[in-house]
């Protein structure tokens, strides 16, 4: 399966501000994973996206997926230290259901 | 119930060693997956068990790796004269019935080292 690109590889925010990191893919895809692997962690399932333009909330998390399911984005809105992490997006890798992950945003964030 | 499990945390072998990484899938998960992360990289696939039919093995690196899962439950990864390029995290997951929407749900790895 095609690999996911993901930007950015890093970032650095103060606390309190946003953030993002997107998704991109060249082909079409059937659903998008989003994953958070936390320092010294094992990923930890965050949401599924399946539809064309979908948009799903978890308190100030914000998962977007593309009209043409190339693309998707999380923006985190006022990050927390509590947020510091790898966010990992992934799509599955054919009829098998093995995922095919980005090489990840790490987020670090300053108090 | 219990979540992934995986043993040992972590090894340390020497290079040329064979080594065995246990995983115990989530009770009831017919679909079992072994995933490698290098430092600071991403997940990268190695192989796939539903249930009882032939695993995917596409993901291998090599012939010195290979899985098995006995009773359709715990899995074992054997890698066969450790390289230090071996030297990584390993991480197992399982899911409900490895369908492609499934979540999956990883254990704490296991820390392999290759001096």
């Known amino acids: 399966g095609q690999q996911v690109m993901q930007i950015p590889q890093y970032q650095h925010v103060q606390e309190g501000e946003d953030f993002t990191t997107y998704c991109n893919s060249s082909?079409?895809?059937?659903?998008i994973q989003w994953y958070k692997q936390r320092p010294g962690g094992h990923p930890v399932f965050l949401i599924q996206l399946v539809k064309s333009g979908e948009v799903k909330k978890q308190k100030r998390l914000t998962f977007q997926f593309g009209e043409a399911k190339k693309n998707s984005s999380l923006h985190i809105t006022a990050t927390q230290t509590t947020d510091v992490g790898t966010y990992f997006c992934?799509?599955?890798?054919?009829?098998?259901?093995?995922?095919?992950f980005g090489k990840g945003t790490k987020l670090s964030v300053k108090p | 119930g219990a979540g992934v499990s995986q043993s040992p945390s972590n090894k340390v072998t020497e290079k040329g060693k064979d080594v065995e990484l246990r995983c115990d899938p989530i009770s009831g998960h017919t679909a079992l997956y072994w995933y490698r992360q290098s430092l600071g990289q991403g997940l990268e696939f190695l192989i796939y068990f539903q249930g009882n039919s032939a695993p995917d093995k596409s993901g291998l690196p090599s012939d010195r790796f290979s899985a098995e899962r006995t009773g359709g439950s715990v899995s074992t990864l054997t890698i066969q004269r450790t390289q230090q390029e071996d030297s990584a995290v390993y991480l197992c997951a399982s899911s409900w019935s490895g369908s492609s929407t499934d979540t999956q749900y990883f254990g704490p790895g296991t820390r392999l080292t290759v001096l």
């Open positions: 082909t079409t895809l059937s659903n």
């Open positions: 992934a799509r599955t890798g054919g009829s098998q259901g093995n995922l095919i």
